[in-house]
């Protein structure tokens, strides 16, 4: 239960310590067993408005085994009941009737077809639905070795914390103090790519982006690159998502402009990235490689991005798709600096590249 609160945290609910609180009271007076009871007493006691509703049962479907709530319209008189979410149509949206629709995508729920569809050919309603889906993304955090040494009951031996330990027993030795290195989280800083021809995956790149902010919010940093390089990461540390786009879509004056990637990237690396912001940590750039500068200038920022980054990630929407090649100058430039090639035009694809982020 405690994890399902923190699922909603994540979710842009308020679930504050007190109303957690009264949640465990109530589901210790019922059967815990009992779905539709843990339903309502968490509807009753996490959510604070009628805002809070849609978002508590968009992460009650995702936590406990994909269903969804639904009121009957004589919920007064009988007690709620939970039916099976709908299916979404696999060819919605695209033209294809849904009969024409393969029988293992007519089966499957609606969260898993959506999961895996391409958020550019999404339906208004679908992609409102996959927004509910990406609040409750909750990407890895990397960790690199410390130098620092904190006391363990494994490890190394302890050398002086083990003699003054002796020294206060009357110098005879009990017993061995050992200490260890504790693992740290890695900076993982996001370049997403806001210029015209990323439009149609513009809004889910930064929703993944507000959700690692979310998750780790001291060791993510982002910026959005086009014609010019905007930080965006104060924006994005507000918990809702809707809140956090909107202030991120006021603070960029070059929304679905042009590309310069080489000028941009090497603003990064002047200002920020030599400073400290790159170096040792995991760079992800979101974007398709449509370069409108010098492709020689993005290969040499590249290098120099290689150079001072633990990893360099590159996550094209278009790789996603069947007979992809990279045959664009601005990928050509960029593909020889590159650790990691993925795709990121679906949600399955977003926790894919939360995989390869935490593994880097």
Known sequence: MLGFARTLRAA????????VEAMLSAVSALDVLDATAVYWAGRLTLCAGPDDLDRYDAAFAAYFAGETPRRTASAAQQPPTLAASAPVDAGAGTGEE?????????????NEVLRHRDVADLTVAEREHLRRLFALLVPAAPMRPSRRRRPSHHGAVHASRTVRRALRDGG?????????????????????????????????????????????????????????LTRVTRELRL?????????????????????RLGEVLKAFLDRWGQRGTARGAIVVVCSDGWERGSPDLLREQMARLRRLAHAVVWVNPHKGRAGYEPLTGG??????????????????????????????
């Open 12 to 19: 842009g609910v308020a679930a504050s310590p007190d109303r």
């Open 98 to 110: 849904g009969e024409d629709a393969p029988d293992l995508a007519a089966q499957a729920s609606g």
């Open 172 to 228: 005879e030795v009990a017993r061995l103090l050992h200490r260890r290195a504790r693992p740290r989280p890695r900076r993982v800083v996001l370049l997403v790519d806001v210029s015209g021809s990323m439009a149609p995956y513009a809004d889910a790149l930064l929703r993944f982006a507000h959700a690692a902010v979310r998750a780790r919010p001291s060791s993510t940093e982002v910026f959005t690159v086009g014609t010019r």
């Open 239 to 259: 918990r809702d998502p809707d809140r956090a786009l909107a202030a991120s879509g006021d603070a960029i004056p070059d929304w679905s402009g042009g590309t």
């Open 331 to 360: 990928m050509q430039a960029a593909l020889p600096s590159v650790d990691v090639f993925v795709s990121g035009h679906s949600l399955a694809a977003f926790e894919e590249l939360s995989g390869v982020i935490s593994r880097a």
